[in-house]
């Protein structure tokens, strides 16, 4: 009977994930994590939490995973309560923390076992959902875990979180701190176990990552910034951006902050990113080459996740 | 340009293992060196032999004018270190972190307050001087962390992916900060994983599995590889390494 009951709670909902009024403070309530969270993750969605460090990504995460109660609001998984339910979610999540969390002095091989078992499973059993990741750690399966590298970490970690088949996986950080190759590798994993039909709810402090999900949410200081598509974050830029080049950007980017009609100017790799409450495009070059600036160039462009980030950080 | 940095066929094995493998370059004083690679490039190996931690196998390399085999505490009092992982004290406030470093490099005690001052104010620190470090948001952590390991004006400072975890604002002002001392002559040596970081260094070195595989400006790497960007340049180099972490 109780099963039957999980599976029509679950039936009922599309939402894989919902979060309404969350707030969560530490220290006797002096410091506040997350503030008013509300938002929801459907079924099979790959879903972002973007935001620097400090920003409530890992307090959401632990209370969805039912590690951490919250001050105030309510959280579902897959249907079933964070509070009430939190066995039931338990047996249906992966997650995978920030923080290395795996037995250290365990083989690669003993680890998955472990977490195989105390899920009441074989590696056996959902080999196929493994495979893609795991054979590229398993000429290693006799290396104990707190002798393997990062990357290789990330790799049995993300297994580990898998081995039970869960409906949802959660991923706090996977990528930080890993090089651009590895992390563009991360990413394919991720869209490959999405089409398996796995709920993904990924964090990541690189702005750069937020395109490869289906939507974001931007995140700081505890309060949600914007939340939608990527592509409907960046058609929501208020302003026209602009990008201005020259031989020397240091100096580009004095000067163009100094110009009277700035309104943001910041540097993006070659270039400037700047908007202007005021001045044609004539004004600024004619500006920027008065201050001894050569070969300025300027052109309207498309802003991208970062630059919608910095804009929300304004207001 | 005078040069800082200039190493010759510079190489450190661990066991059969070459973790560097004849690196030679050199970096010029003031210049922004951007030095990136994969996981496990050896890149780590490599800062600590240029800081004078680690003892090469072979080859030579000078920094600031001192040999690394022979002169390493030479070396260390002229170049500042920044990682990852502060080291600053968090249960010291923003004044007695810099006045403990000022110390540690042997300034005295007029010369460590006239360089609080300075510190503070370049920081806007000021009302922050009898704060708890950790109390500070990351950000301010970055960028008391990178004021203090320049505090004894070394010639050279090496930033070991110094912009971690912060939000888009505080990483673009902590690169205002690394400007303002490269204009002062400081010599920056840099790791990052943001590739977007890489194209505000004058030069960057890839090292690929041991060794260094492009060095150029971002303007010419980017042609000699026919990329519109950095990260496309990376990506070419780098998905041919075969060794993936130390």
């Given at each position: 009977?109780?099963?039957n009951?999980?599976?029509?709670?679950?039936?009922?909902?599309?939402?894989?994930?919902?979060?309404?009024?969350?707030?969560?403070?530490?220290?006797?309530g002096?410091?506040t994590a997350?503030k008013?969270?509300?938002?929801s993750?459907?079924?099979g969605?790959?879903?972002?939490?973007i935001?620097?460090?400090g920003?409530?990504?890992?307090?959401?995460?632990?209370i969805?995973?039912t590690?951490?109660l919250?001050d105030e609001?309510?959280a579902?998984?897959?249907?079933?309560?964070?509070v009430?339910d939190?066995?039931?979610i338990r047996?249906?999540?992966?997650?995978?923390?920030?923080?290395f969390?795996?037995?250290?002095?365990?083989?690669?091989?003993?680890?998955?076992?472990?977490?195989?078992?105390v899920?009441?499973?074989?590696?056996?059993?959902?080999?196929?959902?493994?495979?893609?990741?795991?054979?590229?750690?398993?000429?290693?399966?006799?290396?104990r875990a707190?002798?393997l590298s990062?990357?290789m970490?990330?790799k049995?970690?993300?297994?580990?979180?898998l081995?039970?088949k869960?409906?949802?996986?959660?991923?706090?950080?996977?990528t930080?701190?890993v090089?651009?190759?590895s992390?563009?590798?991360?990413?394919?994993?991720?869209?490959?176990?999405?089409?398996?039909?796995?709920?993904?709810?990924?964090?990541?402090?690189y702005?750069?990552?937020a395109?490869?999900?289906?939507r974001i949410?931007?995140?700081?200081r505890?309060?949600?910034?914007s939340?939608?598509t990527?592509?409907?974050i960046?058609?929501?830029?208020?302003?026209?951006?602009?990008?201005?080049?020259s031989?020397?950007?240091?100096?580009l980017l004095?000067?163009t902050?100094?110009?009277?009609?700035?309104?943001?100017?910041f540097a993006f790799?070659?270039a400037?990113?700047?908007?202007?409450?005021?001045?044609?495009?004539?004004?600024v070059i004619g500006?920027?080459q008065?201050?001894?600036?050569?070969d300025?160039?300027?052109?309207i462009?498309?802003?991208t996740?970062?630059?919608?980030?910095?804009?929300?950080l304004?207001? | 340009?005078?040069s800082?940095?200039?190493t010759?066929k510079l190489?450190?094995?661990f066991?059969?293992?070459?973790?560097?493998?004849?690196l030679s370059?050199?970096?010029?004083?003031g210049?922004?060196f951007?030095?990136?690679?994969?996981?496990?490039?050896?890149?780590t190996?490599?800062?600590?032999?240029?800081?004078?931690l680690?003892?090469?196998?072979?080859g030579?390399?000078?920094?600031?004018?001192?040999?690394v085999?022979?002169?390493?505490?030479?070396?260390k009092k002229?170049?500042?270190?920044?990682s990852?992982k502060?080291?600053l004290y968090?249960?010291?406030?923003?004044?007695?972190?810099i006045?403990?470093?000022?110390?540690?490099?042997?300034?005295n005690?007029?010369e460590i307050k006239?360089?609080?001052?300075?510190?503070?104010?370049?920081?806007?620190l000021?009302?922050?001087?009898?704060?708890?470090?950790?109390?500070?948001?990351?950000?301010?952590k970055?960028k008391?962390s990178?004021?203090?390991?320049?505090?004894?004006?070394?010639?050279?400072?090496?930033?070991?992916e110094?912009?971690?975890?912060?939000?888009p604002?505080?990483?673009?002002?902590?690169?205002?900060?690394?400007?303002?001392a490269?204009?002062?002559?400081?010599?920056?040596?840099?790791?990052?994983h943001?590739?977007?970081?890489?194209e505000?260094c004058?030069?960057?070195?890839?090292?690929?599995?041991g060794?260094?595989?492009?060095?150029?400006?971002?303007?010419?790497?980017?042609?000699?590889?026919?990329?519109?960007?950095?990260?496309?340049?990376?990506?070419?180099l780098?998905?041919?390494?075969?060794?993936?972490?130390?």
């Open positions: 009977m109780k099963s009951n999980e599976n029509n709670i679950q039936g009922k909902s599309a939402l894989s994930i919902s979060l309404k009024g969350i707030k969560k403070t530490y220290n006797k002096t410091v997350v008013n969270i509300s938002f993750v459907n079924k969605e790959l879903f972002g939490l935001g620097p460090d920003a409530g990504k890992t307090t959401l995460f632990r969805l995973t590690l951490l919250a609001g309510t579902t998984v897959n249907g079933f309560d964070v009430k939190y066995k039931a047996n249906c999540v992966g997650y995978m923390p920030g923080k969390s795996l037995y250290q002095d365990l083989t690669i091989e003993e680890n998955l076992n472990f977490f195989a078992t899920f009441g499973t074989t590696i056996k059993q959902n080999y196929d959902l493994i495979k893609d990741i795991y054979v590229q750690i398993e000429p290693f399966k006799d290396r707190g002798k990062g990357g970490k990330q049995l970690a993300l297994c580990c979180a081995i039970h869960p409906d949802v996986l959660f991923l706090d950080e996977p930080t701190g090089d651009a190759v992390r563009k590798e991360f990413w394919e994993m991720l869209k490959r176990l999405k089409e398996q039909g796995i709920t993904i709810l990924v964090s990541t402090p702005m750069d990552e395109n490869l999900c289906d949410a931007l995140i700081q505890g309060e949600i910034l939340i939608d990527p592509a409907k960046i058609e929501s830029f208020p302003q026209q951006l602009y990008a201005i080049h031989s020397k950007t240091f100096k004095q000067d902050r100094s110009f009277s009609g700035t309104d943001s100017c790799g070659d400037l990113h700047a908007t202007f409450k005021n001045g044609t495009e004539k004004d500006y920027l008065s201050k001894g600036n050569e300025v160039q300027m052109k462009i498309t802003p996740i970062e630059d919608c980030f910095i804009n929300l304004k207001n | 340009m005078q800082v940095i200039t010759d190489t450190k094995r066991g059969d293992f070459i973790a560097c493998n004849e370059f050199e970096v010029g004083k210049e922004i951007g030095f990136l690679g994969a996981n496990g490039a050896g890149k190996t490599a800062m600590r032999m240029l800081c004078g680690l003892k090469p196998s072979s030579k390399a000078s920094i600031a004018g001192f040999d085999y022979t002169q390493t505490e030479k070396i002229s170049i500042g270190y920044m990852q502060f080291s968090d249960d010291l406030t923003v004044a007695e972190n006045r403990f470093y000022g110390g540690i490099y042997g300034m005690t007029k006239a360089k609080t001052i300075e510190l503070l104010d370049e920081l806007q000021q009302n922050e001087a009898k704060t708890l470090v950790s109390d500070l948001p990351l950000g301010w970055q008391l990178f004021s203090v390991s320049i505090v004894h004006n070394p010639e050279i400072v090496f930033l070991d110094p912009t971690g975890g912060v939000d604002v505080t990483r673009r002002q902590f690169w205002d900060l690394i400007y303002h490269a204009d002062k002559g400081v010599t920056i040596f840099v790791t990052t943001y590739m977007d970081e890489a505000y004058n030069r960057v070195s890839i090292m690929v599995d060794v260094i595989a492009a060095l150029d400006s971002p303007a010419n790497l980017k042609k000699q590889f026919n990329s519109d960007s950095m990260e496309e340049v990376f990506y070419q780098a998905r041919k390494a075969t060794r993936s972490d130390n």
